[in-house]
């Protein structure tokens, strides 16, 4: 098993009587949920368990899934909220120039000239483009994840250099 996981999905509620949940999908790979895809958990105050799907269903960024160790509503219930991780050793390679959510928050956002802006805390999904949002002691920045604006991403440094557009600081 990896030392590290990565979260790809969370259960957000039950649906019905018989085990089923609803769960958000934090991938861009739908057949991350395929039948027979194992999936560890980490309950509060517990060591990571595995779910394996039985089924499942997606329509945009969420979907019916229904894990063979959940049966009804009651254990459906006590899994709500819970992340839905795999190994680090199980992701897709993505293209040069391209990374995961994982990778992106928590680096620090520097301007061209040196300034620090603040860390990254959540990367906002939208139609035209991601939205990072770069947290600070004063304010919240969003900045728009385009060529325009981000000029460098560096994960070894753990830094990110964004242009300062006029308008958008």
């Given at each position: 098993m990896a030392d590290e996981f990565i979260a790809v999905g969370k259960i957000v509620s039950v649906h019905g009587t018989k085990g089923l949940t609803k769960v958000a999908s934090h991938t861009d790979f739908p057949e991350r949920f395929a039948k027979g895809q194992i999936f560890y958990v980490y309950p509060p105050h517990g060591k990571y368990q595995t779910l394996k799907v039985e089924h499942?269903?997606?329509?945009?960024?969420?979907?019916?899934?229904?894990?063979?160790?959940?049966?009804?509503?009651?254990?459906?219930?006590?899994?709500?909220?819970?992340?839905?991780?795999?190994?680090?050793?199980?992701?897709?390679?993505?293209?040069?120039?391209?990374?995961?959510?994982?990778?992106?928050?928590?680096?620090?956002?520097?301007?061209?000239?040196?300034?620090?802006?603040?860390?990254?805390?959540?990367?906002?999904?939208?139609?035209?483009?991601?939205?990072?949002?770069?947290?600070?002691?004063?304010?919240?920045?969003?900045?728009?994840?385009i060529k325009e604006v981000i000029k460098k991403i560096d994960l070894k440094r753990k830094r990110m250099v964004v242009s300062r557009i006029p308008g958008l600081f």
């Open positions: 499942a269903s997606f329509r945009g960024d969420f979907g019916l899934v229904k894990f063979e160790e959940i049966n009804n509503r009651g254990e459906a219930n006590e899994i709500v909220e819970y992340w839905l991780e795999v190994p680090s050793n199980e992701t897709k390679k993505l293209p040069k120039g391209h990374f995961w959510i994982y990778q992106i928050i928590g680096l620090d956002v520097f301007t061209e000239e040196g300034e620090l802006l603040g860390i990254i805390k959540e990367i906002i999904k939208t139609p035209a483009n991601d939205v990072y949002v770069i947290s600070n002691e004063q304010t919240e920045i969003l900045i728009p994840a």
